[in-house]
């Protein structure tokens, strides 16, 4: 049985407002988590579980006050621990479909090695890492996503840390499923989202987000309306990578190295240019693309890992499936009065 063959379908179609809770939502006007929120409840109920089988965890950030804001089950965790958690809420009830709600300071600082294993374990759960390359709630250190160099409260002469790239994290730790999205498209990121829900194994969303207090404008360079288009590289298995304004640049895959072309210059024709396949389970070429940024390559959007491999989940059940069969201990009664056993 798939992971998701296990979570009951809602017997009726279920909409935006069964998901909208009664709380006030407390983001900064004009945050980038608002459109994320949009996006959940946009597709939750596409993704078609019983309200009750929906399950959102946090830790501690402006991305985890998320609980709140859905009318699901949740659990708000502490600083960097939600995918321990989510961890023992999936593995305890495997009838639930369990999100993580985190930024980049929660997921890959304090909450590091609980995330780079939750990926390595390939446990089902969602993982969305809301990343606005700053810390906010706590008023604007750096983190570990902020661009070398960045000024911040904590860097008042420029970082010089070398910061982390999330696709090369997650894939890194032999993660399955990495997707990239931007906080103010939703209809892209709901659709990243959805491919999300449907893949067995952890799924790791990042979302580029706009922090307007303390970092804002940090994407400009991929998001400015005058360049997007030839920064922005949007993926679909089985299509060409094909980018620009004019549709007429592409990616190839030359020496070993992903390179940049446009198409009729130098002899590049269309049936050139490399065709995404989300599903190869060689990381080779997944992992380059997430690490492609401007202004060498575009940076490269939507789901661009989903391969296909055993769940922890799973293996877990199959482990336990056998130790009933196989073990002579079938309750307490049998444990105790087994090994060496004598009377007083």
């Known amino acids: 049985m798939l992971e998701k063959e296990r979570i009951k379908k809602s017997p009726v179609k279920l909409t935006k407002d ?8 407390k983001w900064c006007p004009a945050c980038g988590n608002h459109a994320i929120l949009a996006s959940v409840f946009k597709v939750f109920p596409e993704i078609g579980y019983q309200k009750e089988n929906f399950c959102f965890i946090s830790g501690i950030g402006c991305s985890s006050r998320f609980p709140y804001y859905v009318n699901t089950y949740g659990f ?16 305890g009830n495997p009838e639930l479909s369990v999100w993580i709600a985190t930024g980049d300071g929660d997921s890959m600082a304090i909450g590091g090695n609980h995330f780079i294993h939750l990926v390595r374990r390939n446990i089902d759960v969602n993982l969305l890492l809301f990343n606005n390359q700053i810390y906010g709630l ?27 790239i999330a696709a090369g994290l997650v894939m890194g730790a032999q993660g399955t499923f990495f997707a990239r999205s931007l906080d103010n498209n939703i209809k892209m990121l709901t659709e990243v989202m959805y491919e999300a829900a449907k893949h067995d194994g952890t799924s790791v969303v990042e979302i580029l987000q706009n922090c307007v207090i303390f970092s804002d404008k940090a994407f400009e360079n991929i998001t400015d309306k005058g360049i997007r288009d030839d920064v922005q590289l949007w993926l679909k298995h089985g299509e060409p990578m094909i980018f620009g304004k004019n549709k007429d640049k592409g990616i190839i895959l030359r020496d070993n190295k992903l390179r940049v072309v446009t198409i009729g210059v130098d002899g590049i024709k269309k049936e050139d240019i490399l065709v ?13 693309l997430g690490r492609m940024h401007p202004p060498k390559y575009p940076m490269a959007f939507g789901v661009i890992r989903s391969a296909p491999f055993n769940t922890y989940d799973r293996l877990l059940d199959e482990q336990l499936e056998f130790a009933k069969k196989s073990d002579p201990v079938k309750n307490v009664d049998d444990l105790l009065n087994s090994g060496d056993t004598w009377e007083i």
């Open 18 to 25: 069964d998901f909208v809770s009664d709380q006030m939502v």
């Open 76 to 91: 708000h965790g502490i600083h960097g621990r939600a995918a321990a958690i989510a961890s023992g809420v999936k593995i």
């Open 138 to 164: 706590t008023k604007g250190q750096f983190s570990p996503t902020t661009p070398r160099g960045g000024v911040t409260k904590t860097s008042p002469q420029g970082t010089i840390e070398h910061p982390f």
């Open 276 to 288: 995404h396949d989300q599903y190869r389970k060689d990381p080779g070429i997944h992992r380059m």
